[in-house]
């Protein structure tokens, strides 16, 4: 559970707050001109064109995109050469799975890998009030002070993205005479290992941390390694979305 100073998420918020639905539909139309594998040659007139908009609506929203961090933007005389980033791209992997969801009617996100371990900071963070208060107010339940950590199977880090078409809970940050602790996500799980089932549990996601796409952190009320028998290594999945 990472902590960090309030400046950088307000700046975060600042830069993502004019990014709405019509600047991911410019993001989707640059995905398809290619912008998502390699940098591309795009025109404000002809980006116009495609959105049924005036070239200065097209090149506000790639400006919002680019100050979101969205995508990155580099002037010509012909026009902006233009690649999406990994942040924008996971914007559209969000998206991608929202859509899935819907035609497959699909309400639930498998994720596997196997039980690892992690660095001890979830003991310290999860157990402080600020947070605590929250989860008991919010979760219904006081986890156990830790997380269990898993490190996703390959396709499941493709899938991961599918987690923020979900409802989650959110828990704000906070803060105390020294410092302020970051903000984060809390997404309904079950944990399913062989023939044993267990929930209530939720795959928290900070909004700030130095995981990787490839690591998954769950808490519960209880020690999920106890209760379940767990050992490093043990192939596991995660039930997004049902508890």
Not at 50 to 59: E, F, I, N, V
Not at 105 to 122: A, C, K, N, Y
């Amino acid at each position: 559970m990472p902590v960090g100073a309030v400046a950088p998420r307000m700046d975060a918020q600042l830069r993502t707050a004019d990014v709405g639905n019509d600047e991911i539909a410019a993001l989707k139309l640059l995905a398809l001109e290619g912008a998502r594998r390699e940098e591309r040659l795009i025109s404000c007139a002809d980006l116009a064109d495609r959105l049924d908009a005036s070239t200065q609506t097209a090149s506000r929203r790639l400006q919002a995109l680019d100050r979101a961090g969205y995508l990155t933007r580099e002037q010509t005389g012909d026009g902006q050469w233009i690649t999406i980033t990994d942040a924008g791209d996971r914007v559209l992997k969000a998206e991608y799975e929202a859509y899935r969801r819907i035609f497959e009617h699909e309400d639930v996100t498998t994720l596997s890998g196997t039980v690892t371990t992690g660095m001890g900071e979830g003991r310290h963070y999860i157990s402080l009030d600020g947070y605590m208060t929250q989860f008991r107010d919010r979760l219904h339940y006081e986890p156990y002070p830790g997380t269990l950590n898993i490190a996703l199977a390959t396709e499941s880090q493709r899938r991961r993205a599918a987690l923020e078409a979900i409802d989650g809970v959110r828990i704000d940050e906070w803060e105390d005479d020294d410092r302020t602790y970051g903000a984060a996500t809390c997404y309904p799980a079950t944990v399913e290992i062989d023939d044993q089932r267990y929930s209530p549990a939720h795959v928290i996601v900070p909004d700030r941390t130095h995981h990787d796409e490839s690591q998954l952190e769950v808490i519960a009320p209880i020690k999920l390694r106890d209760e379940l028998g767990l050992s490093d290594g043990d192939r596991i999945d995660i039930q997004a979305g049902v508890t």
